[in-house]
């Protein structure tokens, strides 16, 4: 592992002095990549040589990039035949990733060919219109609501232990993970054998070998050199045991992984996430490995799923940091926890198309294999034991003796989630629901979040219930399910209709 090489230019390093130092001392990164993220979530990628980038820096820095025909990026009804001019615009808040490239290394320096990758906003018309653009706007309009519901609060020191005077700033935090799938290219799924391993549950977090284990842990390493900061890799549920030949290689590998790394901004999380799927493809293919992100790869398997994070707190001015989620007062949730949670259920059928936007997708969110089916939390039976219920949409994690670690976890995304998009729709959902519960008593708002189908409320639709303790899968028929939690879409069509 090479640790002569550049990786990461943090956000503070981006000025036109220290861009020009570092690329100037490391020969071995040769282009600039343009990367930014459409409305489908597709990331863009060119090859600018650095000379030219180095030339002309404060144009990149300050101005337009570059410019597209929006041929490249998918922005429907924007972007069109007639009006396809497209500029792209450097984001200077987030880390820029040298990505290199093993297969050729530069002769000067003996290294590998770097690309330095560089996050872009698209413009059109004056007005930006991507993925990281949308969730920049909604992380900016949450934290002004969570602030000024912080600063109307009368209670503010009795609830969360500090004044308004005190405040610094309110931040947004989020985590993401990696589910996917390994094999040998010429390896196809024994249907039979997988489902038996998968009941017997003899792959999960089971030892990794041969050159999955390399992969997985030369990826590991990588992300350490990143700054990504891992926290594990595993195995997951899927798979079958591969074989040893007598040439001493393994064949037949077909194994279900996952990779969790800690939590950072929501901007830097999406494009964490970016990055670490570039990596475990290039890795994986050196090891002759195929790696797949597909929701549901192999039918009647459990698929890949990438549970996602969300938190929220303050920065005071004495350098302590509260939880705005967690409650210190022996709750489930603070108000403005519950709030962000009521939100989410509330709004789910406007937040699904975003979360879920593929018939690919769907094929996972099947009753049986811990995908969510039904639009429905869980918060556990009380609060000094916390639980976590896998059948559920959206979950509460907490941790007694780490108030920082409370937090909503949203089980439906998978790998080719456009998590720019989920996360921002997310936001604005929890925007709404804030903006109700902030003048409101925990104890009633866990009444309101707790209600039958039958009961009506001034938030929460009647004709639902919204929390569960119990099995979604097996404590429920389909019918009770339906009655209870509505009738989830199957199709996106289906899903698209909510709008």
Same mark, same amino acid.
């Given at each position: ?61 300050? !101005? ?23 500029d792209m615009k450097a984001d200077l808040s987030v880390h820029w990733f040298v990505e290199y490239n093993e297969g050729l290394v530069d002769e000067e320096t003996g290294k590998p060919v770097g690309t330095l990758k560089v996050p872009c906003y698209l413009y059109h018309d004056g ?61 196809? !799924? ?47 549920? !899927? ?14 590998v077909l194994e279900q992984l996952e990779i969790d790394w800690k939590f950072s901004s929501p901007k830097q999380t999406a494009d964490y996430e970016l990055l670490v799927k570039n990596l475990v493809r290039e890795v994986f293919m050196r090891y002759g490995l195929e790696v797949t ?49 009521? !939100? ?156």
């Open positions: 592992m090479r640790t002569d090489l550049l990786y990461t230019l943090k956000s503070e390093d981006l000025t036109k002095e220290i861009l020009q130092e570092k690329l100037t001392a490391h020969k071995e990164v040769k282009f600039v990549s343009l990367a930014a993220v459409d409305l489908i979530g597709h990331e863009t990628d060119t090859k600018i040589p650095v000379s030219l980038f180095l030339k002309d820096l404060p144009t990149f820095l300050e !101005g337009f990039a570059a410019q597209t025909d929006g041929s490249s990026v998918f922005l429907p009804k924007i972007a069109t035949l007639n009006n396809a001019k497209v007005m930006a219109v991507d993925s990281r653009h949308i969730l920049t706007k909604a992380e900016e309009v949450l934290t002004k609501d969570l602030e000024k519901a912080l600063k109307e609060m009368k209670n503010l020191k009795e609830v969360f232990g500090f004044s308004s005077d005190e405040m610094e700033k309110v931040y947004l935090t989020s985590a993401t993970e990696l589910e996917f799938w390994v094999k040998s290219p010429s390896t196809h !799924g024994d249907i039979e054998a997988l489902s038996t391993s998968q009941e017997l549950k003899e792959q999960y977090w089971s030892k990794t070998r041969g050159p999955v284990r390399s992969a997985m842990e030369e990826t590991l390493l990588l992300m350490e050199l990143y700054g990504v900061e891992p926290e594990m890799g595993h195995k997951e549920v !899927g798979g079958v045991r591969a074989k040893l030949t007598d040439s001493g290689k393994f064949e037949g992100f597909l929701a549901k790869p192999l039918e009647k398997i459990a698929g890949s799923g990438e549970h996602t994070h969300f938190s929220a707190g303050v920065a005071l001015k004495n350098g302590t940091r509260v939880n705005l989620f967690h409650s210190q007062e022996g709750d489930f949730l603070s108000s403005l926890g519950y709030g962000a949670l009521m !939100g989410v259920l509330k709004n789910y059928e406007v937040i699904n198309p975003f979360v879920t936007s593929s018939n690919e997708a769907f094929k996972r969110l099947k009753k049986g294999y811990e995908a969510p089916i039904s639009i429905v939390s869980s918060l556990g039976y009380e609060p000094s034991i916390p639980s976590r219920n896998r059948t559920i949409l959206i979950g509460l994690i907490r941790d007694e003796e780490n108030p920082m670690a409370t937090r909503f976890e949203l089980r439906a995304p998978n790998p080719h989630t456009n998590t720019f998009l989920c996360m921002a729709s997310m936001f604005m959902a929890m925007k709404d629901g804030v903006n109700y519960a902030k003048d409101k008593l925990p104890k009633d708002l866990l009444v309101e979040l707790s209600k039958t189908p039958e009961e009506d409320y001034a938030y929460l639709k009647k004709g639902r219930a919204y929390r569960t303790e119990k099995d979604v899968f097996d404590d429920f028929s389909d019918e009770e399910r339906e009655r209870y939690f509505g009738l989830p879409p199957e199709t996106v069509y289906e899903n698209i209709k909510a709008f």
